[in-house]
């Protein structure tokens, strides 16, 4: 049993919830673990949930969810709930606006046009998801490790390789080298074999994640190559093999998720690598 916490050791806002569930999750009890990453993926249904409707999105026992708690220094369930609500009320305020002029659009009473803007409305809420969870420092890391890089190799499956496909456009129009993982001659491994320490690798997968993209950036990070990806979850296996990793969760309607987000994302990411290589030529300097 873990030994209970004194009331300074209890995390009291979100990030201070997550850096510590993230700090100790590799020795959290698998259905503890489960709550663990079910609450970091869906803080939202967290906040809005019964216990009981939690238990069974996230495939465990009430009782689970306690205990839960009480491992992180909570007296119960409804404790913890405070901080996913807590979050919810300090988020960027304008969303609700945004939904009601949507709602009110002439086309909203039309069955397709309700379809368009419940599209528009997920893409904006990720939108201003994105722009408060990506940090700064992190990204300029990111910038800095794949900017040095000889070769970028760009690792991307299923719902994921537009993405990848749009970097690879326009990293060819911005004169960056880089390889696309995923050929139709199936070379894929004779291609990361090729790669060394002096190149680096961005990779992308959401949950149910694509066991090859996974497969492969451990396959680089084990040869020393430094691998900066994009995913959803602090629990995703491509965390594990990234020098720096960025979560990113698409808002969904009618369980549908767009990649409005990720693709605003890819095209920073893109332009600041090669406005970083530019820059570094001009002035003479290495990278």
Request: proline share 5%; hydrophobic share 45%.
């Amino acid at each position: 049993m873990p030994t209970p916490e004194s009331s300074t050791d209890i995390p009291q806002d979100f990030e201070a919830l997550k850096a510590v569930i993230l700090e100790r999750k590799a020795q959290l009890p698998k259905r503890l673990k489960q709550v663990a990453a079910y609450s970091l993926d869906h803080p939202d249904e967290i906040a809005f949930g019964t216990a009981a409707s939690i238990a069974t999105s996230a495939d465990v026992q009430p009782s689970t969810l306690v205990r839960f708690a009480q491992h992180f220094g909570f007296e119960g369930f409804s404790s913890l709930q405070q901080i996913f609500r807590a979050r919810l009320r300090e988020r960027t305020p304008g969303y609700e606006d945004r939904l009601k002029a949507l709602r009110g659009n002439d086309h909203s009473k039309l069955e397709s046009g309700s379809i368009f803007n419940g599209f528009v409305a997920a893409a904006h809420r990720s939108l201003d998801n994105v722009a408060t969870s990506i940090g700064p420092q992190a990204f300029e890391r990111a910038v800095d490790i794949l900017a040095k890089a000889d070769t970028i190799y760009l690792i991307a499956k299923r719902r994921s390789y537009p993405i990848s496909s749009y970097m690879a456009y326009a990293f060819g129009k911005l004169r960056v080298k880089y390889q696309h993982v995923g050929t139709a001659a199936g070379i894929d491994d004779d291609m990361l074999a090729m790669a060394t320490r002096q190149d680096a690798a961005f990779a992308v997968s959401f949950s149910p994640y694509a066991s090859e993209s996974c497969t492969q950036a451990r396959f680089l990070a084990n040869r020393k190559v430094p691998v900066v990806s994009l995913t959803d979850s602090a629990f995703s296996p491509l965390a594990e093999s990234s020098k720096v990793w960025f979560e990113l969760v698409e808002a969904d309607h009618a369980g549908f998720r767009s990649l409005s987000a990720s693709m605003a994302f890819a095209m920073a990411l893109t332009v600041a690598i090669a406005e970083k290589r530019r820059r570094h030529a001009e002035a003479g300097k290495p990278l």
